[in-house]
């Protein structure tokens, strides 16, 4: 089994920025793929950015230019800096892992952007 706890999150101004992590531990083999959703209140869960196995990203076109996805191996951490805030970036924001061995979420952490 994966465990995967999001830290980082919290209250910010708009324009503000933040850093989540996400630490993963456990039965940690070939990660396929990793990345960040986020679901506000009253909407479905949306992707955000992920990482593939090889190291390319991907961003969602609203986080284009304002986020960056990065990981440690050597720390089994996933990053997310995020910067330029708005308020509608407020949701819970979501670590999501895609192994040999299964999917894995994080619980979840929230980020609220308001002055």
């Known amino acids: 089994q994966v465990q995967l706890v999001e830290s980082g999150g919290g209250l910010v101004q708009p324009g503000g920025s933040l850093r989540l992590s996400c630490a993963a531990s456990?039965?940690?083999?070939?990660?396929?793929?990793a990345g960040w959703y986020r679901q506000a209140p009253g909407k479905q869960r949306e992707f955000v950015a992920g990482i593939g196995r090889g190291g390319n990203t991907n961003y969602a076109d609203s986080m284009k230019g304002r986020v960056t996805i990065s990981r440690d191996n050597a720390k089994n951490t996933l990053y997310l800096q995020m910067n330029s805030l708005k308020p509608e970036d407020t949701a819970v924001y979501y670590c999501h892992l895609v192994t040999d061995s299964g999917a894995y979420w994080g619980q979840g952490i929230q980020v609220t952007v308001s002055s």
């Open positions: 456990g039965s940690i083999f070939s990660i396929a793929f």
